[in-house]
C-alpha cells in the first residue's frame, strides 16, 4: 500500500503538485463521504412537498428513477474524466485539460467558479432545512412556541459552524465519522420505512393513486411540464456526485478508486430512496395538509399522519436531521478542498490565503472558514423569503451541474481522442454519447431552473434563480476580465510521466472498473505553450 501511495504521490508531483495532505480515505470511507453528501433520501425527502404540489405521487415517484438515470450518465462523464486526470480541482482541472491553449485558462476559472457556487449554495440549501426541521422538532414539543425568522437564521448559523468546525478539528475522524454515517442513514432509512407503514396498516393509499395520478396543486402550468418541475426537485438528490474527484489527492489510486466513488452513490441513492418513496406515498392520509403544512414541511406531516404519534415523529426526525447535518459536514468537506485545490494555481482572488493547509489539522482551514462565511451571510438574504429553499435548491442544482458538463462538452467538441489521455475507466465509443447527453440534459435543467413556479408572478413568489445566476455570472466575467486573467494561467502537467506510470499498471492484475482497463493509443498532449509533455 505504501508503494502505492508513493507511486500516487509521484503521479502528483507530475501534475506540479507537492502532496499536502495524508491519504487518510480508503475506498469504503471515501464512498461513505459520497454517500453521506448525496444524502438522496435525505434531499428527496426535503423537496417532497414541491414535487407533490406540482405532479402528486405518480410524478414524485417516477421522476425520482430519470433523475437518477441521468444523474448517472452524466457521472459517467465525470468519472472517465477524473480517471483521466485525478486532481482535487476536478472541474476546473479537466476544462483546463481539454480546452484549447488560448482559451483553457478562461474555461478553468469559470469551471471554478460555477463549482463553487454551486457547493456553496448546497450548503446554504441544506443548513437552512436542518435549521428548519430542527425548529418544527420544537414546535411539536412546544406548543406555545412561536417560529421568528430570526430565530431561524441563528440556528442555520450555528449549524454551518458546527459543519465547519467539525471538519477542522476531528478532521483526522472524518473517514471513521463517514462510515458510522453510511451505517446510521442506512439504518435510519430502513427503520423508518418500516415504522410508518407498521403504523399506518391498514390505512393505505390505494396503489392506483400511488402509482398513477398526477393531480397538481399547482394551476400555473399543464401537467406535462409540472412534471418536468418535479423531475428537477428529484435531481436535488443527486447532487454532489464529484466529491469522489475533489478527494483525488487523499485516497490510494484515484484513477482507480475515484470513478467508483462517483458511480456508486447514484445507483445506490436510487436503491434506497424509491423504497422510501413509495411508502411515504402509501402512508399519506390526507394530501392537502401535506402540500400545505402547518409546520411549512411536509415531511413531518407525512410522519404524524403515518403514526399518530408525536414521539415517534420527532424520534424519526431527528434521525433525519441527523443524516443531514452529515451532508452538510460533507458539503464542507469537499468544497473546501475545490476551492484550496484551484488557489494552488492562482485562480481566485485572496488565493495565497485560500491555497493554505493548516500544518496541524492537515487541511485547508481557510477554504472551509471562508465557506462558512459565505453561507452565513447568504442566509441573510434569503431566509425571509418564502421561496428562499426553492431559489437556493434549484440555483445550486444549476451551477454545479453545469460545472459537471463544462470539461465534458470542451473534450466532445475537440475530439476526446486527442485531448484525453491513458486512463483506467474508459468509456470507450459510449463516450461522445455519454457527454453529448450530458450536456443536452444540464442545458435542459438549467432552462426549467430558471421558470416561475407559480403564476402571475409578483415580487414575493417570484423565481430569483435567473436573477442569482445572472449576477453571479456577471461578476465572474467581470472579475476574469480586470484582475484574474493577469495572474491565472492555469496548472501544468506532465503527461508522458503520468502514461508511462498507468503503462506500467496496467501491467498488474486488478480489476479497476465496470469499464475496464481499455487501452488507446499512447497521445501526448501539447501543453498551453506549445510544448509537447
Known amino acids: ?58 410524478g414524485t415517484i417516477w421522476t425520482l428513477v430519470i433523475a437518477a438515470l441521468m444523474n448517472f450518465v452524466v457521472s459517467l462523464g465525470m468519472a472517465e474524466l477524473v480517471s483521466a486526470f485525478p486532481n482535487s480541482g476536478a472541474q476546473y482541472y479537466w476544462s483546463y485539460k481539454v480546452a484549447s491553449p488560448e482559451w483553457a485558462p478562461f474555461a478553468s476559472y469559470m469551471s471554478a467558479c460555477i463549482s463553487t457556487c454551486g457547493w456553496w449554495l448546497g450548503l446554504a440549501s441544506v443548513c437552512n432545512f436542518v435549521a428548519a426541521t430542527i425548529l418544527a422538532i ?70 392506483v393513486w400511488v402509482f398513477t395520478d398526477t393531480t397538481s396543486f399547482n394551476r400555473s402550468y399543464d401537467k406535462s411540464f409540472l412534471f418536468v418541475l418535479c423531475l428537477l426537485n428529484n435531481t436535488y438528490g443527486f447532487m454532489g456526485t464529484d466529491a469522489g474527484a475533489h478527494m483525488a489527492e487523499e485516497i490510494p489510486s484515484p484513477s482507480i478508486n475515484a470513478p467508483k466513488v462517483m458511480i456508486y452513490p447514484v445507483i445506490i441513492g436510487l436503491v434506497t430512496t424509491w423504497p ?94 471562508l465557506t462558512a462565511i459565505f453561507a452565513t451571510l447568504y442566509g441573510l438574504i434569503f431566509l425571509r423569503s418564502s421561496t428562499a429553499f426553492a431559489s437556493m435548491v434549484s440555483a445550486n442544482i444549476v451551477f454545479m451541474m453545469t460545472s459537471y458538463v463544462i470539461p465534458q462538452g470542451i ?28 450536456c443536452v440534459w444540464v442545458c435542459f435543467l438549467d432552462i426549467v431552473a430558471c421558470f416561475p413556479i407559480i403564476r402571475p408572478v409578483t415580487a414575493a413568489n417570484m423565481n430569483w434563480v435567473s436573477v ?50 481499455i487501452d488507446q493509443p499512447n497521445n501526448e498532449t501539447i501543453d498551453k505553450d506549445g510544448k509537447v509533455d
Open 276 to 369: 422510501f418513496a413509495v411508502a411515504c406515498m402509501y402512508v399519506i392520509t390526507d394530501i392537502e395538509r401535506v402540500v400545505n403544512p402547518p409546520s411549512g414541511i411536509s415531511l413531518v406531516e407525512i410522519y404524524l399522519q403515518a403514526t399518530e404519534s408525536e414521539f415517534t415523529t420527532i424520534l424519526l426526525l431527528a434521525a433525519f436531521t441527523i443524516c443531514l447535518f452529515g451532508c452538510a459536514a460533507a458539503n464542507i468537506t469537499g468544497s473546501s478542498r475545490q476551492i484550496w485545490a484551484a488557489s494552488r494555481d492562482n485562480c481566485y482572488p485572496l488565493s495565497t490565503w485560500l491555497a493554505e493547509v493548516h500544518p496541524k489539522h492537515k487541511m485547508p482551514m481557510n477554504a472551509a472558514c
Open 468 to 517: 442569482v445566476i445572472f449576477i453571479t455570472t456577471a461578476y465572474m466575467v467581470l472579475a476574469w476580465y480586470l484582475w484574474q486573467r493577469h495572474v491565472f494561467t492555469g496548472p501544468r502537467l506532465n503527461t508522458r510521466f503520468i502514461q508511462n506510470s498507468r503503462s506500467r499498471a496496467a501491467s498488474l492484475p486488478h480489476k479497476h472498473s465496470p469499464c475496464g482497463l
Open 138 to 207: 420544537l414546535q411539536i414539543c412546544v406548543k406555545e412556541y412561536t417560529l421568528r425568522p430570526s430565530h431561524q437564521w441563528f440556528c442555520y448559523v450555528a449549524i454551518v459552524w458546527l459543519a465547519a468546525l467539525l471538519n477542522i478539528y476531528a478532521t483526522r475522524f472524518l473517514p471513521a465519522l463517514n462510515q458510522y454515517l453510511l451505517y446510521f442513514s442506512v439504518s435510519t432509512l430502513l427503520i423508518t420505512i418500516l415504522v410508518i407503514l407498521v403504523c399506518a396498516a391498514p390505512n393505505y393509499q390505494s396503489s
Open 1 to 58: 500500500m505504501y508503494e502505492q501511495i508513493d507511486v500516487d504521490d509521484r503521479e502528483l508531483e507530475a501534475q506540479g503538485y507537492a502532496p499536502a495532505m495524508p491519504r487518510r480515505f480508503s475506498l469504503l470511507s471515501l464512498f461513505s463521504l459520497g454517500f453521506a453528501l448525496t444524502a438522496t433520501w435525505n434531499g428527496f425527502g426535503s423537496a417532497i412537498g414541491p414535487s407533490l404540489a406540482q405532479s402528486s405521487s405518480s
Open 411 to 438: 473534450a466532445v467538441w475537440r475530439g476526446r481522442s486527442s485531448v484525453l489521455p491513458r486512463r483506467h475507466f474508459h468509456l470507450g465509443r459510449w463516450g461522445s454519447f455519454v457527454n453529448i447527453t450530458s
